[in-house]
């Protein structure tokens, strides 16, 4: 009887893994950084896999060579503990060695470094402000700014009390009123602060995670190499409605940018007229 449980349990399992491997939610799931779409993301990504193959060739020799010895020199093989204090090539060895593949590893590392941190070339400037619990775009060059905040169908339904279901919500607590509209294959600056608290701009298809820090302005670039639509989030810890700080970016063409553009600047002449 006892037995029977067991393998009644087991099957059950099995099939719920197998419904989870074959459901929708399987396919959106994954264990790897996502690739990208700028240039930048690209080469974070190309990095990150280089250092990945790296540590799982050291596993492989180091937890290789670990179960060889404990398969080989078992004591009921009649093996015998050796009896020395030190072993000098042993230990130049496994100094040298890290030590090599470290300084290998820091070139690549350090030109990425140097290249996220360069927004020389830049085409178009927007300033990011912070606030609790909302973003302001400034496009410095065009004369456009507007507030972004969380859309109004995902601030009803987080309500306690609502009565809406989120999951009937597209795109819940990740969709704002404006999103930020930006140019594809055009190199973006973000100057980043904030007017109360710490805050992050967190744009994981771009590669770029920055501080809004009070009375300090951080700088940030990308290069969207694809249209489309992306999501991102505050990263660091800023309140109440930290969670409700949504970001998106939309990567259009060059002529849809500049009827955006057009669009978005018709308010502001007409309120200076």
């Known amino acids: ?4 449980r067991k393998v009644g349990a087991f099957a059950a399992a099995l099939s719920m893994l197998a419904a989870f491997y074959s459901s929708a939610a399987w396919s959106d799931w994954q264990m790897n950084m996502p690739r990208g779409v700028t240039t930048i993301s690209s ?11 790296v540590c799982v060739v050291i596993g492989i020799g180091v937890f290789g060579a670990m179960v060889y010895a404990i398969v080989k020199y078992r004591k009921d093989n009649g093996a015998q503990a050796a009896k020395f204090s030190h072993n000098t090539l042993a230990e130049v060895t496994w100094t040298t060695i890290p030590a090599i593949i470290l300084i290998v590893l820091a070139i690549p590392a350090a030109e990425t470094l140097v290249k996220i941190e360069d ?6 400037t927007i300033k990011v402000t912070g606030y609790q619990w909302q973003w302001h775009y400034d496009y410095i060059d065009d004369g456009v700014q507007f507030f ?10 987080r309500r306690r009390g609502s009565g809406i279901d989120p999951s009937t919500v597209e795109n819940y607590l990740l969709e704002v009123d404006n999103p930020v509209v930006v140019p594809v ?24 995670k920055k501080d809004a820090v009070p009375g300090y302005i951080n ?3 990308f290069h969207a190499l694809e249209e489309g639509t992306y999501r991102g989030q505050c990263a660091e810890l800023c309140g109440m409605d930290h969670a409700y700080m949504p970001i ?18 018709r308010p502001a002449l007409t309120q200076a007229d």
């Not at 927004?119 to 178009?124: A, K, Q, R």
């Not at 972004?148 to 339904?157: F, I, V």
């Not at 600056?189 to 590669?207: G, I, K, N, Q």
């Not at 990567?251 to 669009?263: H, K, N, P």
Request: glycine letters at 2%; proline letters at 1%.
């Open 148 to 157: 972004s905040r969380l859309d109004r169908d995902s601030n009803a339904a």
């Open 119 to 124: 927004t020389t070339g830049s085409e178009l």
């Open 248 to 265: 998106v970016v939309r990567v259009v063409s060059r002529e849809e940018y500049d009827d955006w553009l057009a669009e978005k600047s």
């Open 1 to 4: 009887m006892q037995m029977n």
């Open 185 to 208: 294959d055009t190199k973006v600056r973000l100057l980043l602060t904030s007017a109360d608290v710490l805050h992050a701009w967190w744009m994981p298809e771009f590669a770029v």
């Open 43 to 53: 080469e974070v990504y190309g990095l990150h896999m280089l250092i990945l193959w």
């Open 219 to 221: 700088e940030a670039w």
